[in-house]
């Protein structure tokens, strides 16, 4: 059973960074797209960042491009997103996706082309 879990959310004051990590397991993810979305009370989930499966292309929203990093270490099955220069716009239940659909695919900004999702992790940026 393919299983995506989120860690390191929580609260951190404006201007301060996270880490996010995404540990996924039932199979091997190394071949295959995987992306970072959120979802803010009584908003859409949206597009925050995607990366391919070797790694060698990322893709940003606008609206985190310069202050986010998206990253993966295959040999751990495991996606992190760094987030620096917090906002509280930031504020949201971050997800994790995973695109099995065809390994080296290209990795989309579309919610729903992802076909394995994580459980969110909360993460919370006061002013």
């Given at each position: 059973q393919v299983q995506l879990v989120e860690s390191g959310g929580g609260l951190v004051q404006a201007g301060g960074s996270l880490r996010l990590s995404c540990a996924a397991s039932g199979r091997t993810f190394s071949r295959y797209p995987m992306g970072w979305f959120r979802q803010a009370p009584g908003k859409e989930r949206e597009f925050v960042a995607a990366i391919s499966g070797i790694g060698d292309s990322t893709y940003y929203a606008d609206s985190v491009k310069g202050r986010f990093t998206i990253s993966r270490d295959n040999a751990k099955n495991t996606v992190y997103l760094q987030m620096n220069s917090l906002k509280p716009e930031d504020t949201a239940v971050y997800y994790c996706a995973a695109d099995l659909r065809i390994p080296n695919g290209y990795p989309s900004r579309s919610v729903g082309l992802y076909t394995n999702w994580?459980?969110?992790?909360?993460?919370?940026?006061?002013s």
């Open positions: 994580g459980q969110g992790t909360q993460v919370t940026v006061s």
